[in-house]
């Protein structure tokens, strides 16, 4: 994994900027993206690409369902739920 802070005027941008195959690098670039700004939406919509499929990524779960629940989103939160390993059936 590459990262590098750089300055594009974008806080999410100059907060991390990414450029790996690697899942849990990606995770970790994305939550550092949210710290900078909470309700980053390119963030955060990176990571729901990660939960989607016969793997999801917990750690993505992990940072994407306190945000659902925090907004009343049951729409989002129970697909997240659902993708959860233990709830696969």
Not at 46 to 61: F, I, K, M, Q, Y
Request: net charge negative; charged share 30%; hydrophobic share 45%.
């Amino acid at each position: 994994m590459q990262a590098r802070r750089r300055n594009t005027g974008r806080p999410w941008v100059s907060c991390v900027w990414v450029r790996s195959a690697d899942r849990d690098g990606a995770i970790s670039a994305f939550r550092s993206a949210m710290d900078c700004q909470p309700k980053q939406e390119r963030a955060i919509a990176a990571l729901r690409t990660l939960v989607v499929g016969s793997e999801p990524a917990v750690e993505a779960l992990d940072i994407l369902e306190p945000l659902a629940e925090e907004q009343a989103n049951f729409a989002e939160l129970v697909p997240l739920l659902e993708a959860r390993p233990e709830h696969r059936g």
